[in-house]
């Protein structure tokens, strides 16, 4: 039977009934051939956004894109691999300290990771203000690595997922960006060609993220799932994370591994990692589930103690060095001296503090404000492609709950001398904290859900200590 590209559009613009995966297949396919033009997929993808696809179309999609391209085969079956995946957030370095974890506990974590693009961060930037870090890894070096080191993180490269990258390239002019199936296959195509044995994700929703509520999150959250465990991801396992306020202390590239360095190297007192709080949450719930991904016997409050035990001791630290010494980073300038690395290099770098106008309680800080500040200062980018300053960001003296003076420092900010409309970014900066003469209520966990194969569950966070 001869395909027709015009009679599949119609299917799924009237949502007539479900593709079958032979047609999902064959349009995808001649698509990447050249024999589907874009202004026939920018139809359809306008469709899905209206219409959806159903579960079993998003994991064929994303099964379709992972075969456009190079899949990363294991030889080693015995080590057993987990991968993890966050939506984006503010401050969230969460990937650059759970992987050496992970991997400091016995199992290996091939990690591709990407750029940032508006108001959140991207791994890849941040890792790179390490002299000599690379990330661009072709496939075999990237397994080399995570064999002999336990973890790599790294770009994905062009041999994997073509499909997405032209796809994307599209949607982004076309209005189509925002789909939870198109979303799905995009992320989800990416972590499959990995092929780790599970993947954990991290799924947020907030002021700051890109789900602006816990139901929109969930929706995601499920599709994710879904579509992991449908392509041999088994199993994929998603936390629902509230993303109100930045994420620990920084915002920025630099900053930002700077503050994982000092959370690697261990600490004694836990007042000393306070404003940290929040990213230890984060960093040890998600390498306790992917610890329990291995040997499933094991409670999760078992697998989140060991990985914090092991955070806590700086058992961690010794991966963290080999994983930066095996992508090419200067250890010794940026890691061992990361305290005065900053200082020494950021010659240009002009530092302000802003302080507090008012006496009273920090009952917010905004994140999309800080988020989208942190763009103007040069720390992320507005458009892809170009450079970020790794310098820029923010360093936060307070969080959320916190009791601050007339005169307190809230927060020190780093932007390039020259940088046009600083003062506009400290006065948003300062419209993205709200004080008041009330203390905050107790907050809300970071952590608020879990979401399996078998559905979406409340979850209340481990204790540990």
Not at 349 to 368: C, H, P
Not at 433 to 439: A, L, R, T, V
Request: with cysteine; net charge negative; aromatic share 8%.
């Amino acid at each position: 039977m001869i395909f027709n590209p015009v009679e599949f559009l119609r299917i799924r613009r009237f949502d007539l009934r479900e593709h079958t995966d032979d047609e999902i297949e064959e349009f995808l396919k001649s698509y990447l051939q050249q024999e589907i033009p874009d202004y026939q997929m920018a139809a359809w993808l306008m469709a899905v956004c209206c219409q959806g696809l159903s579960a079993r179309e998003t994991a064929t999609l994303t099964r379709c894109m992972v075969e456009s391209g190079e899949q990363l085969v294991w030889k080693d079956k015995t080590t057993y691999r987990v991968d993890k995946h966050s939506t984006g957030g503010v401050g969230d370095k969460i990937s650059i300290v759970l992987a050496p974890l992970v991997a400091s506990l016995g199992l290996q974590v091939p990690m591709m990771a990407g750029r940032g693009l508006g108001h959140t961060g991207g791994t890849i930037d941040k890792l790179e203000s390490i002299p000599g870090f690379r990330t661009d890894w072709s496939v075999a070096d990237f397994q080399r690595i995570c064999q002999e080191t336990g973890c790599i993180i790294n770009t994905t490269g062009p041999t994997l997922c073509p499909a997405d990258a032209k796809l994307y390239a599209l949607r982004d002019v076309t209005g189509t960006v925002w789909s939870i199936p198109l979303i799905t296959g995009s992320i989800m195509s990416k972590k499959i060609a990995e092929r780790p044995d599970s993947l954990v994700l991290d799924v947020k929703y907030g002021v700051g993220a890109f789900s602006p509520s816990r139901e929109a999150a969930q929706e995601l959250a499920e599709s994710l799932v879904a579509t992991g465990e449908a392509n041999g991801l088994t199993p994929t396992t998603a936390f629902l994370t509230r993303m109100e306020q930045p994420i620990g202390w920084a915002v920025g590239n630099w900053l930002e591994v700077h503050e994982c360095i000092q959370l690697l190297k261990g600490w004694q007192k836990d007042e000393d990692i306070r404003k940290s709080r929040d990213l230890i949450d984060l960093i040890v719930h998600q390498a306790g589930q992917m610890l329990r991904h291995q040997d499933p016997k094991q409670s999760l409050a078992d697998c989140v103690q060991k990985a914090y035990t092991q955070l806590k001791s700086g058992g961690a630290y010794a991966k963290w060095v080999e994983m930066v010494q095996a992508q090419g980073g200067d250890v010794e300038a940026a890691v061992d001296n990361c305290d005065t690395f900053m200082a020494t290099n950021a010659t240009n770098t002009a530092t302000f503090e802003l302080k507090a106008r008012n006496a009273g309680f920090v009952v917010d800080i905004n994140a999309m404000t800080i988020g989208l500040v942190g763009v103007d200062l040069g720390a992320g980018r507005k458009q892809a492609g170009t450079s970020v300053d790794p310098w820029a960001g923010m360093s936060f003296s307070v969080k959320m709950g916190d009791r601050v003076e007339v005169g307190d420092v809230l927060v020190t900010v780093f932007h390039d001398k020259n940088l046009a409309g600083a003062l506009e970014c400290y006065e948003r900066i300062y419209e993205a904290f709200e004080i008041s003469s009330e203390p905050v209520a107790e907050l809300p966990p970071i952590i608020t859900h879990m979401v399996t194969k078998d559905g979406c569950q409340e979850m209340n966070m481990v204790p540990y200590s």
